[in-house]
């Protein structure tokens, strides 16, 4: 496979083409559905479940997001945020392309690329989504706006917008008009039927006409035609590097259609190029999820994000100097028609540029807006049924009621006379995206900006008393939020790997072939509406990538799973698929959970069967739960601990360990049981389930250590667990606890700290073949130099946690009794030889029975 395309938006989309045009084999993966004219929802029940949350049942458009200081909507479908967005092409400003402008907390928003380098693609995007400025001359809401604007002196347009309102180019203007079909034909299939805009103002949930020119009418029909395999429902969770030069993608499929309850197959296909365009929470996850997988990426990784400076208002109840209503009717025609531009002061204005542009919406809004005034609905009524009482009571001759339920529907004077305004432009782009928990986070704070909105809002509040209205904020601006429809950043371009993530091609500093084609490239705001920008950026890369000027990624040989990525696991509940995978993928059968095998240990007294806990003299298990401060790229424990409680890196771990064999646990003097379950570390991706674990209760020490001067005897508690990350890089977990008495009650910190190693590959214990061996004295915690050290850290048992661990002990057998009885004198058998009568008595969990 020549290249993977990841993602359908202005960046994926333009690649997938452009690519498969050279003659390039070209897979492109969409997460969400196709949305082909007539599919976008409308009717409530529709609406309740157009949301993307496949945990949950919904593989819908909308995708939402709460973040710390904003939220975020962005899209998941064929066509990526062109579904939802409001059409508006705008060119980035010459002088917003700034240089070494200084962002608060360090760095600076510095932009490697000119408006002169992308104005030739900025002519080539153009010329697929054929923008036009808006063209009638009635609609109220476009009146205003230009008669405001010019009586306060402001700047306006009517920008370029992909929407058709002719059935040619140059012709009159109609509604609802037939639209020829494109000669690349549409990737909906034969029959797709497109008609003129109808002034709907339905352009942010989808446009049921096809007036839109979406990028699934244009750049991803050419694709199509050109030869791309264009896929669906098809989710990127891992991506690496393979040996021999270029990339593994791991993937799910999800299937909607199928509700029973299932794990999603995780699946494999490898190419030379490796195009992300999933957009800046999209593609940056992605990054951050395999970091482990691409050690080499940027430090910079996750910075210069900026919400491109959007802010929501609306001008209220507008009316002539007379008093009248002043119609706008927001949900008349597109969603924008008109911008009005302050300039930057590196342009000649004050401050930080800006757009303001009208925002309108779909008609049934309007009646949202006129049945959440409840007061007067109410008061509406309540009048209208005294009338209609009395006319009951006193019988009145009167049967015609018309002008009575016109009373109670209202004039909708509020509805008629209000309209959003859409504000955005260069904030300060100092927000830092990173996982917490496995999940995306996003430190963004209003308090940097305050300036810039200040004078949006001012310019805003200015409008709306030109057209006789009141201004009123978004809600959430009260909270200090803002809401953003264009999130840009995480994964900037700069000039070197300090600087940014990729060059000014989006191509990935340290891995040749690996792209990043979307708003998460942009170092900064784009002030302007980004979507135009980012196609030009993705055009320009690939123009360089067909020329054969990239740093030319290495061939690789096509094949199916690689042996050292081991077993395909499963990933998360959901629907599995079950269709065979394409030649050079690779798919395994769904499982029950990744890592929750139960291992035998060679060596001991227990039966195949007794692996799984049932043997002669029974099984014994407890679940561990320890948290801890950890830092990748550091070798010392201590310091990985120190390193990371100063950048709040966390990791903690959830372990049952199982003795499958009491009697041979008790008599071997390793005393080697099973570890399974998950570990949390963002620096390695987030969740990563054990693949195989090992665990060692009071292995004796050294003989330097066993009975050193003032300490007597030493035993340490052993982990090894084998992960993943979520690209695939093996992982080996290797921890031990320290049990040792020294200088005072040390008891409590020897059993709950827990010194941890992470190592590069899957790293047996010494003497063993990686097979389910036992691991041996001077083993775990001590590996022989050779494996790379991820990093390094220490975790610690909360006491709540302790607390709980007391309620998880388990036996099974024919004698769970004497199995916990066994287990418990072991155990405090070995305590009372380290520390002897100085931890008498202790309120250990067990106790041997008499």
């Given at each position: 496979m020549d290249a993977v395309v990841v993602g359908s938006g202005f960046g994926g989309s333009v690649a997938a083409y452009r690519l498969a045009a050279a003659g390039q084999t070209v897979v492109l993966m969409e997460r969400g559905r196709a949305y082909p004219p007539g599919s976008f929802a409308r009717t409530p029940a529709e609406m309740g479940r157009n949301f993307w949350d496949p945990d949950s049942g919904l593989y819908g458009l909308f995708d939402a997001w709460t973040f710390r200081g904003l939220e975020g909507i962005v899209s998941s479908g064929l066509g990526g945020g062109s579904l939802i967005y409001a059409n508006v092409l705008l060119r980035k400003d010459e002088h917003w392309f700034v240089n070494e402008s200084p962002v608060p907390g360090g760095g600076y928003e510095s932009w490697p690329f000119t408006l002169k380098d992308l104005e030739p693609y900025y002519d080539t995007a153009e010329a697929m989504l054929l923008p036009v400025p808006y063209p009638y001359q009635d609609t109220p809401k476009t009146m205003a706006m230009e008669a405001s604007a010019k009586a306060l002196d402001l700047s306006i347009s009517r920008p370029p917008i992909a929407v058709t309102f002719s059935q040619r180019p140059g012709a009159t203007p109609g509604m609802n008009q037939l639209l020829p079909a494109a000669d690349y034909g549409s990737v909906h299939g034969v029959g797709t039927?497109?008609?003129?805009?109808?002034?709907?103002?339905?352009?942010?949930?989808?446009?049921?006409?096809?007036?839109?020119?979406?990028?699934?009418?244009?750049?991803?029909?050419?694709?199509?035609?050109?030869?791309?395999?264009?896929?669906?429902?098809?989710?990127?969770?891992?991506?690496?590097?393979?040996?021999?030069?270029?990339?593994?993608?791991?993937?799910?499929?999800?299937?909607?259609?199928?509700?029973?309850?299932?794990?999603?197959?995780?699946?494999?296909?490898?190419?030379?190029?490796?195009?992300?365009?999933?957009?800046?929470?999209?593609?940056?996850?992605?990054?951050?999820?395999?970091?482990?997988?691409?050690?080499?990426?940027?430090?910079?990784?996750?910075?210069?994000?900026?919400?491109?400076?959007?802010?929501?208002?609306?001008?209220?109840?507008?009316?002539?100097?007379?008093?009248?209503?002043?119609?706008?009717?927001?949900?008349?025609?597109?969603?924008?028609?008109?911008?009005?531009?302050?300039?930057?002061?590196?342009?000649?204005?004050?401050?930080?540029?800006?757009?303001?542009?009208?925002?309108?919406?779909?008609?049934?809004?309007?009646?949202?807006?006129?049945?959440?005034?409840?007061?007067?609905?109410?008061?509406?009524?309540?009048?209208?049924?005294?009338?209609?009482?009395?006319?009951?009571?006193?019988?009145?001759?009167?049967?015609?009621?018309?002008?009575?339920?016109?009373?109670?529907?209202?004039?909708?004077?509020?509805?008629?006379?209000?309209?959003?305004?859409?504000?955005?432009?260069?904030?300060?782009?100092?927000?830092?995206?990173?996982?917490?928990?496995?999940?995306?986070?996003?430190?963004?704070?209003?308090?940097?900006?305050?300036?810039?909105?200040?004078?949006?809002?001012?310019?805003?509040?200015?409008?709306?008393?030109?057209?006789?209205?009141?201004?009123?904020?978004?809600?959430?601006?009260?909270?200090?939020?803002?809401?953003?429809?264009?999130?840009?950043?995480?994964?900037?371009?700069?000039?070197?790997?300090?600087?940014?993530?990729?060059?000014?091609?989006?191509?990935?500093?340290?891995?040749?072939?690996?792209?990043?084609?979307?708003?998460?490239?942009?170092?900064?705001?784009?002030?302007?509406?980004?979507?135009?920008?980012?196609?030009?950026?993705?055009?320009?890369?690939?123009?360089?990538?067909?020329?054969?000027?990239?740093?030319?990624?290495?061939?690789?040989?096509?094949?199916?799973?690689?042996?050292?990525?081991?077993?395909?696991?499963?990933?998360?509940?959901?629907?599995?698929?079950?269709?065979?995978?394409?030649?050079?993928?690779?798919?395994?059968?769904?499982?029950?959970?990744?890592?929750?095998?139960?291992?035998?240990?060679?060596?001991?007294?227990?039966?195949?069967?007794?692996?799984?806990?049932?043997?002669?003299?029974?099984?014994?298990?407890?679940?561990?739960?320890?948290?801890?401060?950890?830092?990748?790229?550091?070798?010392?424990?201590?310091?990985?601990?120190?390193?990371?409680?100063?950048?709040?890196?966390?990791?903690?771990?959830?372990?049952?360990?199982?003795?499958?064999?009491?009697?041979?646990?008790?008599s071997d003097p390793l005393h080697p049981a099973t570890a399974t379950g998950y570990v949390v570390a963002d620096q390695f991706g987030g969740r990563l389930p054990v693949e195989r674990g090992w665990f060692n209760l009071f292995v004796r020490g050294t003989a330097a250590e066993d009975g050193a001067p003032g300490t007597g005897p030493a035993r340490k508690m052993l982990y090894r667990l084998w992960l993943r990350d979520p690209g695939g890089t093996p992982l080996t977990f290797v921890g031990h606890k320290d049990i040792r008495n020294e200088a005072g009650f040390d008891i409590w910190t020897d059993t709950t700290t827990l010194f941890v190693t992470v190592l590069a590959g899957h790293i047996p214990p010494d003497g063993g073949d990686g097979d389910g061996q036992r691991s041996g004295e001077g083993t775990q915690g001590r590996d022989a130099p050779g494996p790379d050290v991820a990093g390094a850290g220490i975790l610690f048992i909360r006491p709540w946690d302790f607390a709980r661990q007391l309620t998880t002990f388990r036996a099974t057998g024919p004698a769970p009794a004497s199995a916990l009885a066994a287990f418990g004198k072991l155990f405090l058998g070995e305590l009372w030889q380290v520390y002897g009568r100085s931890i008498s008595p202790v309120p250990f969990p067990l106790r041997p029975r008499p």
């Open positions: 039927v497109r008609t003129t805009c109808t002034l709907s103002g339905e352009c942010d949930i989808g446009c049921n006409t096809g007036a839109k020119n979406t990028l699934d009418h244009n750049y991803l029909s050419a694709a199509k035609t050109a030869g791309a395999d264009i896929r669906t429902f098809h989710d990127v969770r891992g991506i690496r590097p393979l040996p021999d030069g270029g990339y593994e993608v791991r993937y799910v499929i999800h299937d909607p259609a199928d509700p029973r309850p299932g794990l999603l197959t995780e699946r494999l296909i490898h190419c030379q190029r490796l195009v992300l365009g999933a957009g800046t929470f999209g593609s940056t996850f992605l990054l951050l999820r395999n970091r482990a997988s691409l050690p080499a990426l940027s430090p910079v990784l996750g910075t210069r994000f900026s919400g491109n400076g959007d802010l929501l208002g609306f001008v209220m109840d507008a009316k002539t100097p007379d008093g009248a209503v002043r119609p706008l009717v927001g949900s008349r025609g597109p969603v924008i028609t008109t911008a009005i531009r302050t300039p930057d002061s590196a342009d000649g204005g004050d401050g930080r540029g800006y757009y303001i542009e009208d925002a309108g919406y779909p008609a049934f809004m309007n009646w949202l807006l006129e049945t959440g005034q409840l007061r007067q609905a109410l008061g509406r009524l309540g009048r209208v049924a005294v009338q209609l009482l009395k006319d009951r009571l006193f019988q009145a001759r009167r049967s015609n009621i018309s002008a009575d339920l016109a009373a109670a529907l209202g004039d909708g004077r509020l509805s008629a006379s209000s309209v959003p305004l859409l504000g955005m432009g260069r904030d300060v782009p100092d927000g830092v995206m990173s996982l917490q928990g496995g999940r995306l986070a996003i430190n963004w704070t209003l308090a940097t900006s305050a300036g810039y909105f200040g004078r949006m809002q001012a310019t805003m509040q200015a409008i709306a008393g030109e057209l006789g209205g009141s201004f009123r904020q978004n809600p959430l601006w009260w909270t200090k939020r803002v809401i953003t429809v264009h999130p840009l950043g995480g994964a900037p371009a700069g000039r070197n790997r300090y600087d940014g993530v990729c060059d000014s091609y989006g191509e990935v500093f340290g891995y040749p072939g690996l792209y990043v084609l979307d708003g998460s490239a942009m170092p900064g705001p784009v002030g302007a509406n980004p979507s135009l920008t980012i196609a030009a950026f993705a055009e320009r890369a690939c123009a360089r990538i067909i020329a054969g000027q990239e740093t030319r990624p290495r061939d690789i040989q096509l094949r199916g799973a690689d042996p050292a990525t081991g077993p395909t696991r499963a990933l998360v509940p959901d629907a599995t698929k079950g269709t065979r995978a394409p030649e050079s993928e690779t798919a395994a059968a769904p499982v029950a959970a990744a890592g929750t095998r139960t291992l035998r240990i060679p060596g001991s007294a227990a039966s195949p069967s007794s692996a799984a806990g049932e043997t002669a003299t029974g099984s014994v298990s407890f679940t561990e739960q320890m948290h801890g401060w950890f830092s990748a790229g550091v070798t010392d424990p201590e310091a990985g601990r120190s390193l990371g409680r100063d950048r709040s890196c966390r990791m903690m771990f959830e372990l049952t360990i199982t003795a499958p064999d009491i009697e041979a646990f008790v």
